[in-house]
């Protein structure tokens, strides 16, 4: 049924944080999976399960449209997997009715050893937590328990009393998958988001995944492939065009 490896992992991270989001549900339909967060704006994503084509994504942009104008969410994104494994090869795709290009994500992967070192700062937090610490930090009297969601863990690395790094993972089959990993901007370069993934990933080795999954920008491709991810396909996502474009 997907395309990618850790895609599975990925719609079982939507299902996960679909239960700490009022409103929030995942669907799967005959041609696309679509994340509906009416009250989490970025988390409004839909992969296209078939091959990428005109044919195919015309009518899913359609239906998924409906889905997300039912629940009054007027910003979303449809992501249609290829097999590129770089972010500067173009698509093949010249046009999707309804939609503009927007950006494109790579996927990425390794295999886990037992050998990857935790870190004493790295505290396990909420989601909340975990996404304000990649923006600004957050006094440590701030922390909040953990999520109790199966499989979803949030993490914060803590420095000069707060967290300043984020990142949360899911726990599927033997699979971790990584995301939102940000540090706060003030405290960048200095090694802090790979010393957070690496502690997650030691940790997700300990509860039984043997491998680890994500989606990362151009800015964070570096970063992964110092950690020993590789590129195995990406995302090219396209959102809906604006009506005074469209106009």
Do not use: K
Request: some cysteine; proline content about 7%.
């Amino acid at each position: 049924m997907y395309r990618h490896a850790g895609e599975d992992t990925l719609v079982a991270s939507w299902r996960a944080l679909a239960q700490l989001s009022p409103g929030a549900d995942v669907t799967e339909l005959d041609t696309t999976v679509v994340a509906l967060f009416p009250s989490w704006a970025a988390l409004n994503n839909a992969i296209l399960l078939d091959a990428p084509s005109r044919d195919a994504a015309g009518p899913a942009a359609g239906e998924v449209a409906r889905l997300y104008e039912a629940v009054d969410v007027p910003t979303w994104a449809l992501w249609l997997p290829t097999s590129l494994t770089d972010l500067d090869t173009p698509d093949g795709m010249s046009a999707v009715e309804g939609l503009t290009r927007d950006t494109t994500t790579l996927v990425m992967t390794r295999t886990l050893e037992p050998s990857l070192p935790s870190h004493p700062a790295v505290a396990r937090t909420s989601i909340q937590v975990a996404t304000r610490a990649t923006d600004e930090p957050v006094p440590i009297s701030e922390l909040s328990e953990p999520d109790d969601v199966p499989g979803l863990a949030a993490w914060a690395l803590l420095l000069d009393g707060a967290a300043v790094a984020g990142a949360w993972s899911c726990l599927h089959g033997t699979d971790c998958g990584l995301y939102a990993v940000g540090t706060v901007p003030g405290w960048r370069r200095r090694g802090l988001a790979a010393a957070l993934v690496r502690h997650v990933l030691a940790d997700a080795w300990c509860r039984g995944a043997r491998t680890a999954s994500l989606q990362s920008t151009r800015m964070g491709q570096p970063l992964y492939e110092s950690l020993g991810f590789a590129a195995v396909g990406r995302y090219d996502e396209w959102v809906p065009t604006p009506a005074a474009a469209t106009l």
